[in-house]
């Protein structure tokens, strides 16, 4: 049985810094980053150096400390970026590339996508981006139509292959809490809903297969082990259609926190795993590590080591920590 070890990281606001002018086409950055085809990225990522040198360093850093094979990221701007990421940074203080990109262009205004860096083969990968709440028979929350997309990024369905094996992930980016938690709950429960009904789309059985669903969820069901109720995450957990990992891998319900919102001095669980419970049941117990070292000092619940220039609020390298699983799985026999 494969075992393979699984991260999720908002990288928060991975974009380019780069004035794509000099090239001299009309309409420049878009044309030259508006891409699904890894092939392109790494052609426009050879010509233009879309990342600033010190931009990017302890994101990196982050990353490869999780020592994942695979990782679903959050808040990249496109695929050009994704590849100058895995090629310059990661490959830095890793000493290769992950080498396997996949992202495309979803429904957020300001760009941001959600992606994948994976080591081993992506044999299929699917945006669910133009999913509508009328295609997938959602109810729209209050303020949206049946037309309307009902992701804010997107689902990004892929299938990795390791030995043999097919493990299906689906990587997301709920509506933020930006307005309230409480009054944008509805939003996220939306998107839940709509990714349940899309895992049950794939799998005639979704109880007895392997997949995982991950990424940052912008909710969360406790605080420190206290019900926070109102949240928006019920359609995946709430009848036990997925395990949410860290909740049952951490006993200790004060170091689940993924992201720290100085507002209000709160640790927050925003960023999960959820796993399908036949590969729940095949992973009782499973490793989950968050790592902080990238965390900016006035964190001050995360008292370990840091990496050399982080600061008090900035540099840092995300206002979220990757979380990472070490998981087995049977999946699915890949095609020859």
Known sequence: MPQIRLATFNCENLMMRC?????GLANARSRLTDVDDARIAEQVDAVFDVLSEDDRTLTAQALVAAKAEVCALQEVENLVTLTAFDNRYVSRWAG???????????????????GLLSSHPVVFQRSHARATFGRLGIRPPKGASVNDYVFRRD????????????????ICHFKSM??????????????????????????????????VILGDFNDYWEVDGKPAPS??????????????LASRAIADPFDRWTHHYSGDDTYGALDHIFL????????????????????PYRAARYDGDRFPGVGWITPKASDHCPMVATLKFEGRAAAP
């Not at 004035?19 to 090239?23: I, K, L, P, T, V």
């Not at 892929?158 to 992930?169: C, M, N, P, W």
């Open 19 to 23: 004035d794509f002018a000099r090239s």
């Open 231 to 244: 949240h928006g995450l019920g359609p995946l957990v709430g009848d036990g259609f997925a395990v949410d």
């Open 276 to 295: 399908s419970p036949n590969l729940a049941a095949q992973n009782p117990a499973a490793n989950v590590e968050i790592v902080r070292a990238g965390s």
């Open 96 to 114: 290769q590339p992950f080498g396997q990109r996949v992202l495309h262009e979803g429904n957020d205004s300001r760009g941001i996508d959600v």
């Open 155 to 170: 689902c990004l369905e892929v299938d990795i292959v390791k030995e043999g094996r097919q493990l299906t992930l689906f």
């Open 178 to 211: 930006h307005g309230g938690r409480k009054r944008t709950a509805s939003v996220r429960e939306a998107e839940a809903q709509a990714v349940r009904k899309i895992v049950s789309q794939r799998f005639e059985t979704p109880a007895s297969e392997d997949w």
